[in-house]
């Protein structure tokens, strides 16, 4: 079972940042929270990951509280091109480590 | 960046007969592959775990003797669907790990179609 919980979808509008929430108030010390995309179709992409600190890059900021029990992925300035499935997964680092995907949060982004 | 090549993306086969999937890690050595199921509308479901040179290691109500796993050199991972039936056709998707802290990157999937 998935050990963390979204809401199913979201919109937001084109440009504007998009704040897409996750909880995972059992999370472990050691399991990281990642997360990726879906767009139809295709295989999952990576987009952040993060143990306790907030983490940016080229993609998506990840904010994590501090007790690590919820995150905040968001995508600065969302475009149509953003429209996908995110995941929200936590996984423990290491080759044999699985990701156990949920339902995912769908984003529509809109012109 | 980490790249996983999976082959074909999409095939018809017709009932009965067997299917193989090609997942490759392009560059990276892949000590870990997973293959994951997608049904319309759903999530991935995780199918098996896949260690080079070992068996691989099935997710409870996964029938091994239908999805046969090799995984028999370091950038190489095979799913074959051994007398497909219409109730198989799904999108199979892959991914590949190494030793060290790289995330999870995934192929593109396979749709497969069995009529």
């Known amino acids: 079972d998935a050990k963390t919980t979204q809401p199913p979808s979201m919109d937001c509008a084109e440009g504007r940042a998009a704040n897409l929430p996750c909880n995972h108030s059992?999370?472990?010390?050691?399991?990281?929270v990642y997360w990726y995309r879906q767009i139809h179709s295709q295989g999952p992409q990576y987009i952040i990951h993060?143990?306790?600190n907030n983490e940016t890059n080229e993609m998506a900021s990840l904010i994590i509280t501090e007790d690590r029990k919820s995150s905040t992925l968001i995508l600065p300035h969302a475009t149509l091109r953003d429209t996908a499935v995110y995941y929200c997964?936590?996984?423990?680092?290491?080759?044999?480590?699985?990701?156990?995907f949920g339902k995912g949060i769908t984003l529509s982004v809109r012109p | 960046g980490a790249v996983v090549s999976q082959h074909p993306s999409w095939v018809i086969c017709k009932s009965g007969t067997s299917v193989k999937i090609e997942c490759r890690s392009l560059?990276?050595?892949?000590?870990?592959m997973f293959w994951y199921r997608q049904f319309p509308k759903q999530s991935l479901m995780l199918m098996a775990t896949?260690?080079?040179?070992?068996?691989?290691?099935?997710e409870q109500g996964v029938e091994k003797d239908k999805f046969l796993i090799n995984h028999a050199s370091l950038t190489l991972s095979t799913l074959t669907v051994t007398s497909a039936h219409p109730e198989d056709s799904s999108f199979y998707i892959c991914s590949a790990s190494d030793r060290g802290p790289l995330p999870l990157h995934f192929g593109n999937g396979t749709r497969l179609t069995v009529t």
């Open positions: 560059d990276f050595q892949a000590t870990t």
């Open positions: 896949s260690n080079e040179g070992s068996k691989a290691t099935y």
């Open positions: 993060g143990l306790k």
């Open positions: 997964i936590v996984r423990v680092t290491g080759a044999n480590s699985k990701l156990t």
């Open positions: 059992t999370i472990s010390g050691n399991e990281y």
